[in-house]
C-alpha cells in the first residue's frame, strides 16, 4: 500500500493510494501545471534571483489586477498578512480588536501577539461568519479594529461591518486566507477593509508549494508602509524607522502561483459544480434541511449561500445534528475511505491560551454548537462527480440509519 502523506496543519492525515475520496490530493492538483512548474523552476534556478525581484512584483501586480485593489504586498504566510496588517495599523497594547471565535487559530492569535486582546464575537447559524449585529454591544472605548472572517470561501456581511466600523471610526481587516476569489455583489474579498489578508497555504483554493500569504490594499500609504514593514521596518537600507519583521515572500512561490492564478476562476467554478452535486443529491432527502431556517427536525444542514454572495466552496461544511451524530458519520466516512475535517472543533474563546483574555467566563452558544455540529466533505477540483456521488451514497446510507457498507 503506497501511503501519501498529507499534512494539515500540523496533523498527519495520511490517506493511501486506494482511497476513495480523499480530502484533498495536492500532487493531482498540481500535476497539471508540473512541466510549467519545472520549467519555471529552472529559470529561477538559472536567475540566481532567490530574494525579492521581478517574481514577487509581477505577482503582486496580477494580484491587484485580479482583486480590483491597487496594491497588494506579498508576504511569507496568511498569519504574517495579518500580523503585518494590524502592525501597519499600529495595533498594540491596550486595545481591543473585533474577531470571531469561529476561525482558525491566526485570526485571534496575531492580535495576542501584539500585545493586544481579541474579543469574540458571535456568528450567523448559516454562513459561519461573523454575526454583525453582535460586534456593537462588543465596542468599548479600546476597541481599535474588527477583522471579519470570509470563512470557508465565502464573504461575511462587509457592508453591514464596515457600517459599523466606520459608526465608530475602526479599522476593519478581512481574513480572507479562505476566500480568494469570493465576491459580494461583484465585488472581490480583501478589496473592502484597509487590508485584506490571503493565504497560499497548499489547501487553499490558490494553492501554494509551501507556505506564502498576500496583503491588499487600496492606501497607498498603508501599502508602503506594509513594504517596510515586511523586511524588518527598513527604509533605506539599515536604516530602521520601524520594528517589522522578515516577512518576506519568496519568488519560487511567485514563479510558482502565477501559473495558477489565470485559472482560478475556472478552478471555482468546478468547486461550485460540486457544491450544487452535493445539493442535488443530498438535498431532496426528507432528513436533509437546505438551510438552518428549515432544520427542525431534520439530521443534516447543507452550508448556505448569503445574498449577493458568490461562494468560493474552500470548504463544504454540513452540519450533522444530534448528540454525538456528526462523529459517528465521520467515523462511517473513514472506514470507507472518504476523506473529511473538522473546522474547528473547539472556539478559540475555548481554547486555554486565551483564558488570558476570557477568564474562561465568555460564551458563545452558536459558535459552540458548529464546534459540535461541523464536517467537512470533499469538494477540491481534481475529484471526480461520480467520487461526489459515491460520498452522498455513504451519507444517505447514515441518514437512512444503515451504514451503507
Ligand atoms: C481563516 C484563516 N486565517 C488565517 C490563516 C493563516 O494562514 P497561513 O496558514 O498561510 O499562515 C488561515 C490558514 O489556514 C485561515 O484559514
Given at each position: 500500500?503506497?501511503?501519501?502523506?498529507?499534512?494539515?496543519?500540523?496533523?498527519?492525515?495520511?490517506?493511501?493510494?486506494?482511497?476513495?475520496?480523499?480530502?484533498?490530493?495536492?500532487?493531482?492538483?498540481?500535476?497539471?501545471?508540473?512541466?510549467?512548474?519545472?520549467?519555471?523552476?529552472?529559470?529561477?534556478?538559472?536567475?540566481?534571483?532567490?530574494?525579492?525581484?521581478?517574481?514577487?512584483?509581477?505577482?503582486?501586480?496580477?494580484v491587484?489586477?485580479y482583486l480590483?485593489?491597487?496594491?497588494?504586498?506579498?508576504?511569507?504566510?496568511?498569519?504574517?498578512?495579518?500580523?503585518?496588517?494590524?502592525?501597519?495599523?499600529?495595533?498594540?497594547?491596550?486595545?481591543?480588536?473585533?474577531?470571531?471565535?469561529?476561525?482558525?487559530?491566526?485570526?485571534?492569535?496575531?492580535?495576542?501577539?501584539?500585545?493586544?486582546?481579541?474579543?469574540?464575537?458571535?456568528?450567523?447559524?448559516?454562513?459561519?461568519?461573523?454575526?454583525?449585529?453582535?460586534?456593537?454591544?462588543?465596542?468599548?472605548?479600546?476597541?481599535?479594529?474588527?477583522?471579519?472572517?470570509h470563512?470557508?470561501g465565502?464573504?461575511?456581511?462587509?457592508?453591514?461591518?464596515?457600517?459599523?466600523?466606520?459608526?465608530?471610526?475602526?479599522?476593519?481587516?478581512?481574513?480572507a486566507a479562505q476566500a480568494i476569489g469570493a465576491?459580494?455583489?461583484?465585488?472581490h474579498a480583501g478589496?473592502?477593509?484597509?487590508?485584506g489578508?490571503f493565504s497560499f497555504?497548499?489547501?487553499k483554493n490558490l494553492s501554494?508549494?509551501?507556505?506564502?500569504?498576500l496583503?491588499s490594499?487600496?492606501?497607498?500609504?498603508?501599502?508602503?508602509?506594509?513594504?517596510?514593514?515586511?523586511?524588518?521596518?527598513?527604509?533605506?537600507?539599515?536604516?530602521?524607522?520601524?520594528?517589522?519583521?522578515?516577512?518576506?515572500?519568496?519568488?519560487?512561490?511567485?514563479?510558482?502561483?502565477?501559473?495558477?492564478l489565470?485559472?482560478l476562476?475556472?478552478?471555482i467554478?468546478?468547486?461550485?459544480?460540486?457544491?450544487?452535486?452535493?445539493?442535488?443529491?443530498?438535498?431532496?432527502?426528507?432528513?436533509?434541511?437546505?438551510?438552518?431556517?428549515?432544520?427542525?427536525?431534520?439530521?443534516?444542514?447543507?452550508?448556505?449561500?448569503?445574498?449577493?454572495?458568490?461562494?468560493t466552496?474552500n470548504?463544504?461544511?454540513?452540519?450533522?445534528?444530534?448528540?454525538?451524530?456528526?462523529?459517528?458519520?465521520?467515523?462511517?466516512?473513514?472506514?470507507?475511505?472518504?476523506?473529511?475535517?473538522?473546522?474547528?472543533?473547539?472556539?478559540?474563546?475555548?481554547?486555554?491560551?486565551?483564558?488570558?483574555?476570557?477568564?474562561?467566563?465568555?460564551?458563545?452558544?452558536?459558535?459552540?454548537?458548529?464546534?459540535?455540529?461541523?464536517?467537512?466533505?470533499?469538494?477540491?477540483?481534481?475529484?471526480?462527480?461520480?467520487?461526489?456521488?459515491?460520498?452522498?451514497?455513504?451519507?444517505?446510507?447514515?441518514?437512512?440509519?444503515?451504514?451503507?457498507?
Amino acid at each position: 500500500m503506497i501511503e501519501i502523506g498529507v499534512v494539515i496543519r500540523g496533523e498527519s492525515c495520511s490517506f493511501d493510494a486506494s482511497m476513495s475520496v480523499p480530502l484533498l490530493n495536492l500532487a493531482e492538483h498540481n500535476r497539471p501545471y508540473q512541466d510549467r512548474m519545472r520549467e519555471a523552476f529552472d529559470r529561477f534556478l538559472a536567475s540566481g534571483q532567490y530574494i525579492g525581484g521581478d517574481q514577487v512584483t509581477l505577482f503582486e501586480k496580477e494580484v491587484a489586477s485580479y482583486l480590483g485593489v491597487s496594491e497588494c504586498v506579498a508576504v511569507s504566510s496568511g498569519t504574517d498578512a495579518l500580523l503585518l496588517a494590524l502592525m501597519a495599523l499600529d495595533v498594540g497594547p491596550g486595545d481591543e480588536v473585533i474577531c470571531p471565535s469561529f476561525t482558525f487559530f491566526a485570526t485571534a492569535g496575531v492580535v495576542h501577539r501584539l500585545g493586544a486582546k481579541p474579543v469574540f464575537a458571535e456568528i450567523l447559524e448559516g454562513s459561519f461568519n461573523m454575526d454583525p449585529e453582535d460586534i456593537e454591544h462588543r465596542i468599548t472605548p479600546r476597541t481599535k479594529g474588527i477583522i471579519p472572517v470570509h470563512l470557508f470561501g465565502q464573504m461575511a456581511n462587509i457592508g453591514r461591518i464596515q457600517a459599523i466600523a466606520d459608526k465608530h471610526g475602526l479599522f476593519v481587516v478581512e481574513d480572507a486566507a479562505q476566500a480568494i476569489g469570493a465576491r459580494h455583489n461583484g465585488k472581490h474579498a480583501g478589496s473592502f477593509g484597509a487590508f485584506g489578508a490571503f493565504s497560499f497555504y497548499p489547501t487553499k483554493n490558490l494553492s501554494g508549494l509551501g507556505d506564502s500569504g498576500l496583503v491588499s490594499t487600496n492606501d497607498p500609504k498603508l501599502a508602503a508602509k506594509a513594504r517596510i514593514l515586511r523586511v524588518h521596518g527598513m527604509d533605506p537600507v539599515y536604516y530602521h524607522s520601524h520594528v517589522g519583521g522578515n516577512f518576506r515572500f519568496d519568488p519560487i512561490q511567485g514563479a510558482l502561483l502565477r501559473i495558477k492564478l489565470p485559472d482560478l476562476d475556472t478552478s471555482i467554478g468546478l468547486r461550485q459544480e460540486r457544491a450544487a452535486r452535493y445539493v442535488s443529491r443530498l438535498g431532496s432527502h426528507p432528513a436533509v434541511a437546505l438551510s438552518c431556517e428549515e432544520a427542525a427536525g431534520k439530521k443534516l444542514v447543507l452550508p448556505e449561500t448569503s445574498p449577493g454572495n458568490a461562494h468560493t466552496f474552500n470548504q463544504f461544511t454540513i452540519r450533522v445534528r444530534g448528540e454525538g451524530a456528526r462523529d459517528r458519520l465521520a467515523a462511517q466516512l473513514k472506514a470507507a475511505g472518504i476523506g473529511h475535517g473538522i473546522y474547528y472543533p473547539l472556539g478559540l474563546h475555548q481554547q486555554e491560551c486565551f483564558r488570558c483574555h476570557t477568564g474562561g467566563a465568555v460564551s458563545l452558544p452558536i459558535t459552540e454548537a458548529a464546534c459540535r455540529e461541523v464536517l467537512s466533505i470533499p469538494i477540491v477540483p481534481e475529484i471526480k462527480l461520480e467520487q461526489i456521488d459515491e460520498v452522498c451514497d455513504r451519507i444517505i446510507g447514515f441518514l437512512d440509519g444503515g451504514n451503507a457498507a
